[in-house]
């Protein structure tokens, strides 16, 4: 072995440039497969870690006349009814809808008392739960447990990460938070902080009361079973469905299937990679974006296995009679063949080494970790770790078959003579390995930049609302005092107008659906609360009829303006009433503003005043509206004192309307930019690859170039000769990309219900891209190659 490693080492020291970019593209590309390996284990990873999670599904209900899609909420008693329909379901258990469960909105805001006396006020995240929740999910209790527990008297369990920021290092169980309303709360346990790939938060969860809610029929809890077998999932809901007495609760004459009513079970693992639904408030991912990522990842990896194939053979007329001059003093075939391979593998291994401290690097010294969801910490990804070390072995000896058999295959009295050849088989190989990679920058090219696109239509389209200079807070606390906030705040200068609505607009995917009725016909819209000033100060155009006023609030049932599909779909008109609960004067109509988020089509939507009737039904919601020329720091200071001077105690917390847009397309935005980033870096790869194969083209065809030189070639005629080759891969790998690409943006953009066009010019500006870098990169190497003196070239 003493012999192939001082040969490496000679030829890491007589070939520097060659051994650096093979490291550099390798590392490079060891190190993204790393990170985006660690994201995929993160996101496929998801709720995998509970105990039996293939057996547990969250149930589902389909209520046409309440929502267009599935929505994961049941009434209690349905859904303890269908807990004890089967043998089959091991334990049920719910969770309040509201809560923090999932994504939910719902904070608890409470404070401890200091031995002296002191308050230390805390808003945390909230979850309401029945006791066989924590049967169902795996919680690893490290303080206390639920035995002991006592749940009419209210008591809570607590993540660790929180019972340490509260209480520190002391004993949490048996300590006591206190509410908003005085009453004192028992810490019962503390439970170890589940890792954040789950749907289920690391939140203060409050026990279910037996008797709340035992007998309403409202859509207010998450139901989840545990079933003793997954395959015994599919019949149960048939079975309940097909038994269950409907006329019993809803009366005689109800007919669930004329209702549309339906029951659905969704695995447990499955929840992540749903489409968007209507009060689905778990973090969701497209399994089409991840298989994207993988996609990358692989590629990333080829491009650089070729690329360090074309380098070593790229090194051939150097070496090769040096190699077989070896062989000629008595060096066995195989034994020179090894030597090669080894070479490769130490390579590639030394560049896996390297990727490790560019994802160190990555994690610690980069805002880019901020795009990765995982904990990019290897020492939690271990398999990944050994995984990618095996990954990187391989390719090297892959990487090191063909330049070994290559470079020993030429007879050494001809390679000694200096008449060996580059046969037109190993011409083509190389051609159709640069080709790969070829194709594959145009697809990464067109497929991040309309991933681009994408995010930036979504985020820059105009939504039918002004949401320039805005500032947005949360301020149901204050709601008893809304108006005289809204007049403290306007008392700055630099504020132009203050509004309210039940919720903030361009935050959610939908919002509350209600049933309403017209003329007789039931149906479902998305109710949105708010201000009589919301329609004018946010801007909003009124295409028939007119905008609230002051005086609609004091009517008894209050006043609704109807976007475009409401209209259309109802056949709602102005100056005419809705009847029932939520009745009112119907007053004007605007366009279908983009109120939820791009992945969701628009709703039949109305904007309600409320009458005095339904007071119930609060926008308190505030939108703060600057000046074009307010004083940004100041107007912040001034929301920041008046708050405190209503809720002193209370974080209130204060964004720019813009930060509510980056919020609800966080994911997408952090998925694309990877796959930009890893793009940008597969693309890097690729030219220096392309970058390898010239220097293997220039050093082979000197002898040609110099004796072109001495009858009168110039350097551009040679420099356009050597183009012409690359000019003709790159227009076949692009007819080849193209549609490859074109199909993997449509399906991508399947996700969303309004999209960005397919720009041609995207497709224009991927072939300049890569052709243009290809083309400086061939006309630097060979242009000094041609300006060497061509009786050097000759002799050489």
Not at 74 to 81: D, G, H, K, S, V
Request: hydrophobic share 50%.
């Amino acid at each position: 072995m003493n012999p192939i490693l001082l040969n490496f080492v000679h030829i890491i020291r007589r070939f520097k440039m060659a051994t650096t970019l093979n490291i550099l593209g390798l590392s490079v590309a060891f190190a993204a497969f790393m990170i985006i390996m660690i994201q995929l284990d993160y996101d496929f990873g998801f709720d995998k870690f509970h105990k039996d999670s293939d057996n547990i599904f969250r149930v589902e209900m389909s209520v046409p006349m309440f929502a267009q899609t599935n929505v994961p909420m049941l009434p209690r008693p349905f859904a303890e009814a269908f807990f004890e329909s089967s043998p089959h379901i091991v334990v049920g258990a719910l969770s309040n809808h509201s809560s923090a469960l999932s994504g939910g909105r719902d904070q608890v805001f409470f404070h401890v008392e200091t031995e002296n006396s002191e308050k230390n006020f805390f808003k945390e995240k909230s979850v309401t739960v029945s006791p066989e929740f924590f049967e169902l999910f795996t919680f690893d209790f490290v303080e206390g447990n639920l035995q002991n527990a006592h749940i009419e008297a209210g008591d809570i369990f607590m993540p660790l990460s929180m019972a340490r920021k509260i209480f520190g290092h002391e004993s949490v169980v048996g300590n006591h938070i206190i509410m908003e309303d005085g009453t004192s709360r028992t810490i019962l346990a503390v439970y170890r902080d589940f890792p954040s790939n789950t749907i289920i938060g690391n939140s203060i969860y409050f026990l279910l009361s037996p008797d709340e809610d035992k007998n309403h029929w409202g859509f207010n809890y998450n139901a989840f079973i545990r079933v003793n077998d997954a395959s015994n999932a599919t019949q149960l809901v048939d079975n309940f469905m097909r038994n269950f007495d409907f006329q019993a609760v809803f009366g005689e004459g109800f007919n669930q299937e004329e209702m549309g009513l339906a029951m659905n079970l969704t695995a447990l693992t499955d929840i992540h990679f749903l489409p968007e639904m209507q009060y689905d408030f778990a973090p969701k991912v497209s399994r089409q974006t991840l298989f994207i990522l993988f996609a990358i990842a692989i590629v990333i990896i080829v491009i650089a296995a070729i690329n360090f194939t074309n380098f070593s053979a790229a090194l051939a007329p150097m070496r090769v009679k040096s190699i077989n001059t070896q062989r000629v003093v008595g060096a066995h075939h195989s034994t020179m063949r090894l030597m090669l391979v080894f070479e490769a593998v130490a390579i590639s291994f030394l560049a896996y080494i390297c990727a490790i401290f560019l994802v160190l690097l990555f994690f610690h010294k980069t805002s880019l970790a901020n795009l990765v969801d995982a904990n990019l910490s290897l020492t939690a990804h271990w398999q990944i770790l050994g995984g990618s070390a095996l990954f990187a072995l391989l390719t090297g000896f892959l990487a090191g078959l063909y330049p070994s058999r290559y470079m020993t295959s030429f007879e050494p009295a001809l390679v000694l003579k200096g008449s060996f050849g580059l046969t037109p088989k190993g011409k083509k190989l190389r051609n159709a390995l640069i080709s790969i990679q070829f194709v594959a920058s145009f697809a990464m090219i067109v497929g991040a930049s309309f991933m681009f696109l994408q995010n930036r239509f979504m985020q820059k389209s105009y939504l039918g609302y002004n949401t320039e200079n805005i500032i947005v807070v949360e301020t149901e606390r204050i709601a008893d005092s809304r108006d005289a906030f809204a007049n403290q705040i306007k008392a700055f200068s630099g504020v132009e107008d203050v509004t309210f609505s039940a919720f903030f607009v361009s935050s959610a995917d939908a919002y509350s659906a209600w049933n309403v009725q017209y003329r007789g016909e039931q149906f479902a819209i998305q109710l949105f609360p708010v201000h009589y000033s919301f329609i004018d100060v946010m801007g909003i155009e009124i295409t028939e009829g007119r905008s609230f006023r002051r005086e609609d609030g004091d009517n008894e049932q209050g006043s609704w303006i109807f976007n475009e599909s409401a209209r259309k779909q109802f056949g709602l008109e102005v100056n005419t009433q809705l009847e029932g609960f939520l009745g009112g004067d119907i007053i004007g109509f605007i366009p279908d503003i983009k109120l939820a988020s791009f992945r969701t089509a628009v709703e039949p939507t109305g904007f309600y005043l409320t009458g005095t009737q339904h007071s119930f039904l609060q926008a308190n919601n505030t939108y703060i509206r600057l000046h074009q020329d307010a004083n940004m720091s100041a107007a912040l200071s001034h929301i920041n004192a008046t708050l405190a001077e209503f809720d002193p105690n209370f974080p209130f917390e204060i964004r720019f309307f813009d930060e509510v847009l980056q919020r609800l397309y966080e994911k997408e935005t952090s998925i694309s930019s990877l796959i930009t980033l890893f793009s940008l870096l597969a693309i890097f790869v690729s030219i220096v690859g392309v970058f390898g194969l010239v220097v293997f083209d220039s050093q082979y065809r000197r002898k040609e170039i110099g004796v072109r030189k001495v009858f009168g070639a110039t350097t551009l005629s040679i420099i356009v000769m050597f183009n012409k080759g690359y000019v003709k891969i790159l227009l076949i790998c692009f007819v080849i990309a193209a549609p490859l690409a074109w199909y993997a943006v449509n399906r991508w953009l399947e996700n969303f219900a309004y999209k960005t066009p397919m720009h041609w010019w995207v497709y224009l500006l991927a072939f300049l891209a890569v052709g243009i870098i290809t083309i400086l990169t061939v006309t630097f190497q060979n242009w000094r190659t041609a300006n060497e003196d061509p009786v050097k070239t000759i002799n050489s």
